[in-house]
């Protein structure tokens, strides 16, 4: 049986390029079905992915029909699963639709998709604890449940573009530079020959 575990987002900056960073789950939150992710949870199925080089899709709304970019990064650390996002904001119609959404702040949680493969529950809170997942996506979603993981930050890869194009307009001024010098020269030549012949 697949489930599904909410979490929302903020979203500081959004660059067009679609890039983003965070947590999709936070270990040791309960969420609004009573559960909660242990850490570790996601080992054995991220070492799986790692195995096969093809990280779980990107959704919309849990939507299989409809992946809006890709998991460039995916890991546990002592807090959660970290995952690094691309929203193919130029190729896909519906990834653009949620690049407006998230930069409106109408869109602001993410939710994974998994299969429990262990759990338990604590007898005195009731509370059912996942030790193992099958991690299979994680989407973008309207309606999020779990108030404490974030987005920590945006990347843009506007800085290297920036760098390039600094540098490719800083080389066509130096060849205009140096054509109107090499003018400059061949017009003093040619002068200083008119003043020879005159001589």
Known sequence: MNSKFDIPFEVKFLAETGVFEGYASVFNVVDNVQDKIAPGAFKESLSAHSKSSRLPPLLWQHNTDVPIGAWR?????????????????????????????????????????????????????????????????????????????????????????????????AGIKNDIAARRLRESLRKAAAEAYKHKEKK
């Open 73 to 169: 990064e995916m890991r546990e650390d002592s807090h959660g699963l970290y995952v690094k996002g691309h929203l193919f904001v130029h190729d896909i119609a519906q990834s653009r639709e949620a690049y407006k959404l998230l930069k409106e702040n109408v869109v602001t949680g993410l939710s994974i998709g998994y299969r429990t493969r262990e759990s338990h529950r604590e007898k005195k809170s009731g509370v059912r604890v996942l030790t193992k997942l099958d991690l299979m996506e994680v989407s973008l979603v309207t309606f999020p449940a779990n108030e404490l993981a974030r987005v920590s930050s945006v990347k843009s890869h506007d800085g290297a573009f920036k760098k390039s194009l600094e540098e490719a307009i």
